[in-house]
């Protein structure tokens, strides 16, 4: 399974998020991007200033 299988996956379980994006699929919340995955198939997540 790839990354992006997985990714599309996950997002399925979560209801409150939209996977986003043609080329480099993303998600976000109050319009800020917090996970995507990029060409080369990397998954990134950002987290919250407060978690960091």
Do not use: W
């Not at 399974?1 to 997985?6: A, D, R, S, W």
């Not at 990029?38 to 998954?43: R, W, Y």
């Amino acid at each position: 399974m790839n990354t992006l299988t997985i990714y599309e996956n996950l997002l399925q379980k979560c209801h409150r998020f939209e996977r986003k994006g043609k080329t480099v699929p993303y998600t976000s919340a109050n319009g800020l991007m917090f996970s995507f995955i990029n060409k080369g198939g990397d998954l990134g997540i950002r987290y919250s200033k407060s978690k960091q």
